[in-house]
């Protein structure tokens, strides 16, 4: 199956998914994500913001700010097609950008990604090794050549696990998945 068609067929079966059902398993991945040693002790955490299909990031990024962790989210670059990175103190710091998501308001400063220790990134379909489809932008795959030693964690449904996702030379293996059930590792690159 082609990344377009595995892209089609994972984005449908998701939307597909009840409101509530992304709520109630959207907490359950947040419980799972506490749980991440890496994440408990990181300092700085880079968090998406979500689409209302995606596994819902509102809920970490207030648990982060509450936790005392500085928080990065995303701001879209179109013309550069890249991600810059800013931190925010509060949710009410987003507003509508690019495509419709919740960015930070173009006034605020951007950060390197290498300075957060967890990277939180969205995910339409995953396989066992860390193989990762996004909207087919690249955007995320770019912004994480720059993580530094940041740990690449994917937000994600079982749902969404394919035996198989095709990569290119351009994408990027993410290091652990966080689904509403466990954690999966992957194996040193």
């Not at 377009?4 to 067929?9: G, H, K, P, Y």
């Not at 950008?97 to 308001?105: A, D, Q, T, Y």
């Not at 220790?117 to 860390?130: I, R, S, T």
Request: charged share 30%.
């Amino acid at each position: 199956m082609s990344k377009a068609d595995l892209r089609q067929s994972a984005l449908k079966s998701r939307r597909s998914l009840a409101r509530e059902s992304i709520r109630a398993q959207s907490a359950e991945v947040m419980t799972v994500l506490l749980g991440l040693p890496e994440y408990a002790r990181a300092k700085t955490v880079a968090s998406y913001s979500a689409k209302k299909d995606e596994v819902q990031t509102s809920g970490i990024i207030e648990q982060a700010l509450s936790s005392g962790k500085n928080v990065l989210v995303p701001r879209v670059d179109l013309t550069s097609e890249s991600l810059s990175f800013c931190e925010i103190h509060s949710l009410s710091e987003l507003s509508p950008g690019s495509f419709g998501i919740l960015e930070p308001r173009g006034s605020a400063p951007s950060r390197p990604l290498s300075e957060s220790e967890v990277v939180l990134v969205p995910v339409v379909a995953w396989d066992e090794k860390g193989n990762r489809l996004g909207y087919g932008r690249g955007y995320f795959d770019k912004a994480l050549k720059s993580r530094g030693r940041s740990l690449a964690a994917g937000l994600a449904l079982e749902s969404q696990r394919f035996p198989t996702i095709p990569q290119d030379s351009d994408d990027e293996r993410l290091d652990v998945i966080i689904t509403e059930r466990r954690i999966v590792r992957m194996e040193a690159k």
